[in-house]
Nanobody, 115 residues
Framework: QVQLVESGGGLVQAGGSLNLSCAASRTLFSINVMGWYRQAPGKQRELVAHITSDGSTDYADSVKGRFTISSDNAKNTVHLQMNSLKPEDTAVYSC?????????WGQGTQVTVSS
């Protein structure tokens, strides 16, 4: 059973930075896309950023210019560098890895941005 484990969440003041990491418990093959999602209380889960196997990236409009996604396919890890954090970025952040066969999800890590 493959597990995705996120780390790097926490409490930060507005304007601060956090770096989230997500690692798979074992090697995944045929990865198509790796991404980060978030869900704030009372809101639907939304895509924050994703990166394809060829390195193409896409971001939610709300985080463009502030967040950067990167991945290491050999190590099956994906990172999310979050700068200039705002209180509205507060949410549970989860990573997801879509392979040719299925999509794996992490349990999530809490990010809280205080004003």
């Amino acid at each position: 059973q493959v597990q995705l484990v996120e780390s790097g969440g926490g409490l930060v003041q507005a304007g601060g930075s956090l770096n989230l990491s997500c690692a798979a418990s074992r090697t995944l093959f045929s990865i198509n896309v790796m991404g980060w999602y978030r869900q704030a209380p009372g809101k639907q889960r939304e895509l924050v950023a994703h990166i394809t196997s060829d390195g193409s990236t896409d971001y939610a409009d709300s985080v463009k210019g502030r967040f950067t996604i990167s991945s290491d396919n050999a190590k099956n890890t994906v990172h999310l560098q979050m700068n200039s954090l705002k209180p509205e970025d507060t949410a549970v952040y989860s990573c997801a890895v879509k392979t040719q066969y299925r999509t794996y999800w992490g349990q999530g890590t809490q990010v809280t941005v205080s004003s």
